[in-house]
Structures are given as C-alpha cells and as structure tokens.
C-alpha cells in the first residue's frame, strides 16, 4: 500500500516510522511519503494561508498549493491493483486513489471505514490546520478520485494531523501479514465476527495472584467453551456500560440463545 501525506509539519508524522506501522514500511508492506506542502508554494514567505471571503475568524488554507501537490502525487499513483472479481465495486474502474481529508466535519471514521480504506492500494492524506481548506480543493478532487472526509470524533483538533496517525494505524493493522497473528484482531472490539457488536471484555496474564487479587479462575481451568462463555458475558456486561447504543443497535442474528441481558 502506497501512503502519501501533505502537511506544513511534516515532523508531526515521524511516530509513523515507529512500532506496528514504521515496521510494515521497514518489510516493505507500505510506502510512506510524507510532504511538506510549502515545497508548492513559490513565494518568498512560502505561504499557505490566507483570510476568509466573507470574513470570520482565523485563516483558510489556499488551493494553489494544493492543487499542484495533488497533481504531482496523483500523476505519480502507482499502478492500479488488478480488479477484484469479489470486490464489492461493481468490477473495474472505481479502484484509483483515496484522497482522505480530515476535518471535524467529515463522516465518522470507524472500524468499517478502516477496512474499506485497507483495501485500497494508495491512500493520500490531506490534513489541514487554520480553519480548513478552499472548498474548491475537495471538489476538484472529487472530479479525479474517491475523496472522503472523515472525521475521527466529535471534538476539534488543532489540525489534521492527529487524525492522520489515528486513521493510518487502525488501517495498516488490517493489512495482510502486519500482524504477527492473522487471527488477532478477528474479535476486537468493533471488528466484524463472532464478537461483532460487543466491547472487549478484562484480560489477563501472569502472575495468578497479584497483591492479592486473584485471575478469574475459569481462565486457568482451560475448558474452552466455559472461556468462551466467561468472555462473551464480560463483553456483554462492558458494552451494556460503556456503549449501550451498541447493544441496541445489534441485529437479532448477533445474539446467542445464552446471552444474558445486563
Ligand atoms: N481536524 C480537526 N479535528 C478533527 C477531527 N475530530 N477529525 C478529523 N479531523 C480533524
């Protein structure tokens, strides 16, 4: 997979050369391209801002740089993944680019997102700060590839940024052979499958006592379908409490005939 990132703080992504992410583009799993939007400007100041038609408050980024960062990355997208007879895109044709914009005001990115944007062989991220970007970026854009502005929750960030180091982690761990277990995030909270709908419940490790508080003892007794009960019922409780919109929103199918209700 092929990332690219614009930004006036390029430094703001170096933890993306760090842990699960900086190692998949050290195996080679992903290209990372993160650059600075002022090598697009041409004036002495190297200005990317400028104030609002209107009036208001703070400023708007303008589109010039953009519009010749974009050119220059989009002409150099790699080749097309071959189309996908499974894909759900109709076939061919709608495979190109995503051009990811964070805003505040974008749909939700979540952990369905996340695995339609894993799919994807090239990401460009278009973070933003000041009060966003010219408008006529995005529709530009929108002309030449699949754009989406995603927001990462209902809060406002100084910039985009953040955002980028959320969306390309929960991403990059969706892609084949990043994790080490191809089966460890089958049950996470939010993922499609058996716990679809629930939060993951308490975990556990050595030692069996800790300052006197004692592991579950179902966890040490290995008998799996008592486990799988144990676990299902913590996922269950945790959800009702943390997240009961979950649980309300989850269809019939996703209940087992054991389940209590908390
Ligand atoms: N930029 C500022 N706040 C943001 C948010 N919550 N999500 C995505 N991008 C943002």
Redesign the pocket.
């Known amino acids: 997979m092929r990332l690219d990132v614009i930004t006036i703080f390029p430094e703001y992504l170096a933890p993306l050369r760090l842990s699960l992410v900086g190692r998949a583009a050290d195996r080679g799993l992903l290209d990372i391209r993160v650059h600075d939007l002022r090598a697009w400007t041409h004036d002495r100041h190297h200005t990317v801002d400028d104030t609002p038609y209107g009036g208001g408050p703070g400023m708007v980024m303008k589109p010039e740089p953009w519009g010749e960062a974009l050119d220059e990355i989009l002409a150099d997208t790699p080749a097309d993944t071959p189309a996908d007879p499974d894909a759900d895109d109709g076939g061919a044709g709608s495979r190109g680019p995503v051009l990811v ?4 005001s ?1 749909r939700p ?1 979540g952990q369905e997102v996340a695995a339609e944007l894993a799919d994807r062989s090239h990401l460009i991220f278009t ?2 700060r000041y009060e ?1 970007i010219d408008r006529r970026v995005v529709e530009e854009y929108a002309e030449r590839a699949e754009v989406r502005e ?11 940024e ?2 980028v180091l ?1 969306m390309v982690e929960a991403v990059v761990r969706l892609l084949p052979g990043v994790l080490g277990n191809a089966e460890s995030h089958r049950d996470d909270s939010f993922a499609a499958g058996s716990m679809a709908h629930l939060l993951e419940g308490p975990v556990y490790t050595k030692p069996p006592v800790w300052r006197g508080r004692e592991v579950p003892q179902v966890l040490l007794g290995g008998h799996h379908g008592h486990i799988a009960r144990w676990r299902r019922d913590h996922a269950l409780r945790r959800t009702a409490e943390h997240r009961p919109d979950l649980l309300r929103a989850a269809p019939p199918e996703s209940w087992d005939p054991g389940d209590r209700r908390f």
Request: hydrophobic share 45%.
């Open positions: 914009v964070p805003t505040p974008g990115f973070p933003a966003g995603l927001s990462i929750g209902d809060y406002v960030l100084a910039g985009g953040a955002p959320v």
